[in-house]
């Protein structure tokens, strides 16, 4: 197009000049922690700044190709159209794999920055050394980028028309989902760094584990924002009433949360008792390997999905070697590292640290679980060439109870003291929570007549619940002080109550959901749970950049709408589902085809659903990442307090 | 593949089966959750609104009213299109170790645990808990 010649040259540039101030990066930050100096430091903490405004310009330019719809260039040409609206043309830069590599790397960078900028605490040579791991995590990102899916690459011809953003992507909460969730995904890389730069000190302490913490906090928060809203995208988008389906990419986002979930426990029994430095060391190593693992399995063509954007091998390869230098790296450095970490002797079984060590065997079994289930396909096929499908039933059986077990103490944990707990204490207080849940279990198996594990799950999620709220009635100790209460408080309470939430939702939902396909013609009306559903009219509708089939319903007396669009460009049909949420759960309708069933020519498929308590899966889903922030605002508040104390603790250099 | 499509065929021709009373369609639903849709990115035959999924649904209503069990229509499915299309995989010989791996991690994780914690404190080096000062913050 009209562009000037050389806009996308001077991404390339940029990106390369990127690379080599990472690698300058890199190289500095590890020296200076060797040699202490606080010169070379300074200059590795200046040079991360400084790579950061680079890729952030690389990125402006990639984003003002996209706006200018510059066909010349390939990535654009492939993933954009000049009739898509402003905000998808601004996500088409992300909703590609060059576009989302590109991004990648400056989240990478953009977190050395801020390590750089907020020393915090952490000792000279310690803060220099992770600097410098990061700075190789970004070259590496970088050159992977550069040299193998380029987003500034040219086409010669220049096409007059490009190949519009997958239909799919193009939705509000699609724009915001990929960056959040690769913020998380990237953020796992500054706890990765943090211990290989430990590692590197042979020194863990309280001081380190205090670093760690707020890093892994926000990695953690992103983690979950990002997966709430792909699931809540799923829910609906994707027009089939479900919210999770253990796809593989969707397991690839939630192993890494798994991991900086107990990462965040692990941290802080380091922090308070100087103890599990070893473990936790390796927690963040995994949990950056399995972050590496997701951008894999989703880049490398090995799994087929939406999210599967590059199908090419050598980049599959290129990915797989990034993935064993950080992991296999990071591994042979712990297995010499490590033994030298003192542990302490141990922990008196009834303690809040006991406690913390089960959430970490509940949480890393999961992981394991999760893990196993998604390579196992993979892995058979490659050695056998039997090809076998690990899908939703098995993932059910087998982390369910699981979770159930971790769950079962979680709201014993922080009503044991640390060192010595109470659990005769405890109990005297959380025998509420078991009536509760008892109560809830009754209700569930005599009045609703559900299945039994629905009553124990949701049994499980009362408890929690209930644990929660008589853990904040005994730090407060009367209604009038629990405002009072302070914010470390709330954070936990937040993220815990968000856990039993969402069991209570997911268990419900899985158990009781209600579906049915219908189909009707105009005028006509359906009963179907328990309410009149009538097809008013389907009348026809144009958007920017796809015509769309829009069904008016009355559900009783309250009006949906629910559209069947048509992308003609990627020749691809969607559905914009209608949602009707009410206490209960979501009366959920998507539209189908028309004409396909046996009533004839003018009738309609319509997808009814009813999903009982929805609503809580994300409200709980949300209320975890709320605990994240306002833990994230608390750890801060320390931080500002922090350095004070620090400096003068730390002899001058 | 091409016997099944046949029977496919056949069943398409035909119609599809009567109606099934709540409870045998309830347990069709759960089937069909359980069933991937051959033609489709990683979707059960539930939500698939793919034509083969359409007549995979009618297989398994047509199965349910010819008195199959649970298993039963899960092999039969296994059988015609492979063990690919089970989402719930079958135990055998070579997913035995799959199925173990949770019980496994978990014993594991559990004897990794178990020397960090003791029954009691050994007495005279432990101090008294301490108050939480984070907490209190």
Redo the contacts between chains.
Sequence with gaps: MEGDAVTAELGAFLLSLALAMSLAQGALGIFAGWRNDARLAAAAAGTAQSAALVLLGAFAILISLFLRSDFSVAVVTANSHVAKPLLYKIAGTWGNHEGSMLLWCLVSATFAALLATFRGAMTQSLWSRAIGVQGVVTAIAIAYTLFLSSPFARLDPAPLVGRDLNPLLQDPALAIHPPLLYFGYVGMSVPFSLAIAALMEGKIDAAWARALRPWTLLAWTMLTGGITLGSYWAYYE?G?G?WW?W??VENASFMPWLAAAALLHSAIVTE?RGS?AAWTILLAIVGFGLALLGTFLVRSGVL???HAFAVDPKRGYAILAMLSFFVGGGLMLYAWRAPRLSEP?????VSRE?AM??N???L??AM??VL??TL?PLL?EAL?G?????????FN??FGP?MALLFFALPVAPLL?????DLVGAWRLLHWAAFAAAGAAVVVLAIVRGPLWAAFGIAVGVWVLAGVALYVWK?AGSFGRVAAL????WAMVAAHAGAGLFTIGAVAETSFRK?QSVQMLPGQTVTFAGRNVTLLDITPREGPNYSAQRGAFRVDDRAVSAERRFYAVSGMPTTEVGILSGFAGDFYIAL??PG?G?VGPQAWTVRLYFNPLVQLIFIGAGLMGLGGALGLV?LAR?RLAAPAAAASAVPAA | MIRALASLAFLAAT??PAALDPQAEARA?ALD??I?CVVC????I??S?A?IAADMRALVRERIAAGDTDAQIRAFFADRY????????RASS??W???A??LL??LL??L??A????????GAG?????P?P????
């Design positions: 994707l089939w479900g389906f796809d593989p308070r599990l087929t999905s939406v002797s141990g922990f008196v079984l006991s060590v089960l970490n065997v509940g890393a079994v394991g679980t196993i289930g196992y058979l056998t039997r090809l076998i499908s690990v899908g939703p039933p098995f059986i087998t699981l003291a640390w060192r010595r707990g730090r302070p914010l470390a408080v579906e189908g085809s396909e046996t608390v320390r | 119609g599809a639903q959750g359980e991937r990115e990683n979707e059960p539930s939500q609104t034509s492979g063990d690919f299309v089970l989402l719930r995989p070579l997913t170790p799959l199925w791996a949770p991690l978990l994780g559990g990794a645990a020397p960090l914690l003791r029954r009691r404190a050994s432990e101090a008294d808990p301490a939480d984070e907490d209190d913050r």
